[in-house]
């Protein structure tokens, strides 16, 4: 059974950085999607990044030129690269992951439900 591991939450300034980890233990379907999701308190969880098998990412608007997906060479662990970051990004933040066919998997219509595989969550609070 594949298990998802997030690390490297923490605290942050406004305009500050930070990088997330998701690591995997076992093996993933060589076809799937991978993303990052991020959930305030009071909010419904929403989709931050997204990165499928072909490499092929999707950002929110909310974060597109501040934060970076990425896996490693093995793909058995995602990273999510913040920078720039706002007091608006302070969330839980799961990595999720699943089968994926036909077609990139797209942050603008990825939902929850679309992914069976979560990890515990790791806090990010960014303040100004």
């Known amino acids: 059974e594949v298990q998802l591991v997030e690390s490297g939450g923490g605290s942050a300034q406004a305009g500050g950085s930070l990088r997330l980890s998701c690591t995997a233990s076992?093996?993933?379907?060589?076809?799937?999607?991978t993303a990052w999701f991020r959930q305030a308190p009071e909010k419904e969880r929403e989709g931050v990044a997204a990165?499928?098998?072909?490499?092929?990412?999707s950002y929110a608007d909310s974060v597109k030129g501040r934060f970076t997906i990425s896996q490693d060479n093995a793909k058995t662990t995602l990273y999510l690269q913040m920078n720039g970051l706002k007091p608006e990004d302070t969330a839980m933040y799961y990595c999720?992951?699943?089968?994926?066919?036909?077609?990139?998997?797209?942050?603008?219509?990825?939902?929850?439900?679309?992914?069976?595989?979560w990890g515990q969550g790791t806090q990010v609070t960014v303040s100004s």
């Open positions: 999720a992951a699943d089968f994926w066919a036909g077609g990139p998997c797209l942050v603008a219509t990825m939902t929850v439900l679309d992914f069976g595989l």
């Open positions: 990165i499928d098998s072909d490499g092929i990412t």
């Open positions: 076992g093996n993933i379907r060589s076809s799937y999607c």
